[in-house]
Nanobody, 125 residues
Framework: QVQLVESGGGLVQAGGSLRLSCAAS????????MGWFRQAPGKEREFVGA????????YYTDSVKGRFTISRDNAKNTVDLQMNSLKPEDTAVYYC??????????????????WGQGTQVTVSS
């Protein structure tokens, strides 16, 4: 079992930055790939980015490439999402998720076994 708790959400003006953090319980954190997803009101949950278990590879959806960065610290059981140059369309509830790292499929919601409760990010124009 893995429990995930996100933090760091809030209200920011367009062009600003936020850093989300996800803290994981359990001793097997380093065996999981970690993903970030978001869900805006009235829309489906969508992939934002992911990082492999070792942290050597990251993946992003096109709309956040060059603005968002995922990192992890396996010693601290944390994964962060640094969000820069935020836009109003980034407004959503952001979720971190964990999946045993099988070498692929990181963009797919259904491969993730564990989810956090979500944290609200609101970007004002």
């Amino acid at each position: 079992q893995v429990q995930l708790v996100e933090s760091g959400g809030g209200l920011v003006q367009a062009g600003g930055s936020l850093r989300l953090s996800c803290a994981a319980s359990g001793r097997t954190f380093s065996t999981y790939a970690m993903g970030w997803f978001r869900q805006a009101p009235g829309k489906e949950r969508e992939f934002v980015g992911a990082i492999t278990r070792s942290g050597t590879s990251t993946y992003y959806t096109d709309s956040v490439k060059g603005r968002f960065t995922i990192s992890r610290d396996n010693a601290k059981n944390t994964v962060d999402l640094q969000m820069n140059s935020l836009k109003p369309e980034d407004t959503a509830v952001y979720y971190c998720a964990a999946t045993p790292d099988r070498g692929g499929g990181y963009r797919l919601l259904h491969v993730y076994d564990y989810w956090g409760q979500g944290t609200q990010v609101t970007v004002s124009s």
